[in-house]
């Protein structure tokens, strides 16, 4: 079964600093997709990740992947309140049954 | 605007009624589609995984009969609650993969189902 683990679950932390987000998971995949969600909407694709070693960037999130450790960071540099969401990596799995599976989210709140 | 819509955005409906749900993606075909539930504060997590066509791949724990799913063209895939009870109450999202195999996917906006 595969298994999306992102961590924190919960982050809090002032404007201005700098955080990174962690999502690990179990199976072989070279797609790895972030997504922003806010309160009772769907959600805003961010980033796709496509190959080991990918690394996008849009404005102050930065993305990467690591396909051998199947791991993948969203970095927040200098952080400002308009950020303040709950995050998703989701793993696309093509190979056989297709699946695109759901780490358990990152709520982040960016004080001022 | 959006590629991928849902309707309805709401519903309310009595326990024991049924209630469909539709998503369509809107100027493309969507081979495969995904449905999620999403229950307040958590992840979205997987229901099944529908190809037009074909009969849906239904996650573990997933009940068939209830939650039935029909991808009859490339347009468009449906999710019918039946017998809905007050713990089937969410947020239902869809989500369509534009063309076979890609990595191109949209996401509905997401139906709020409420069971009274």
């Known amino acids: 079964e595969l298994k999306v683990e992102q961590n924190p679950l919960f982050l809090s932390m002032q404007e201005g600093k700098n955080y990174t987000i962690y999502c690990n998971y179990s199976?072989?995949?070279?797609?790895l997709y972030w997504y922003r969600q806010d309160p009772g909407k769907s959600l805003e694709s961010l980033f796709v990740?496509?190959?080991?070693?990918a690394v996008k960037q849009e404005g102050r999130l930065m993305a990467s992947l690591d396909t051998k450790a199947r791991l993948s960071t969203l970095h927040i540099t200098a952080a400002v309140h308009d950020l303040s969401a709950t995050y998703f990596c989701?793993?696309?799995?093509?190979?056989?049954?297709?699946?695109?599976?759901f780490g358990q989210g990152t709520r982040l709140t960016i004080n001022p | 605007g959006a590629v991928v819509s849902q309707h309805p955005s709401r519903v309310i409906c009595k326990s024991g009624t049924s209630v469909k749900i539709e998503c369509r993606s809107l100027?493309?075909?969507?081979?495969?589609m995904f449905w999620y539930r999403q229950f307040p504060k958590q992840s979205l997590m997987l229901m099944a995984t529908?190809?037009?066509?074909?009969?849906?791949?239904?996650e573990q724990g997933v009940e068939k009969d209830k939650f039935l799913i029909n991808h009859a063209s490339l347009t468009l895939s449906t999710l019918t609650v039946t017998s809905a009870h007050p713990e089937d109450s969410s947020f239902y999202i869809c989500?369509?993969?534009?063309?076979?195999?890609?990595?191109?996917?949209?996401f509905g906006e997401g139906s709020w189902l409420t069971v009274v």
């Open positions: 989500s369509a993969r534009k063309g076979a195999l890609t990595n191109t996917i949209y």
């Open positions: 199976t072989t995949s070279d797609r």
């Open positions: 990740l496509l190959s080991n070693g």
């Open positions: 989701a793993v696309d799995v093509i190979q056989g049954a297709q699946k695109l599976v």
């Open positions: 100027d493309f075909q969507a081979t495969t």
């Open positions: 529908s190809n037009e066509g074909s009969k849906a791949t239904y």
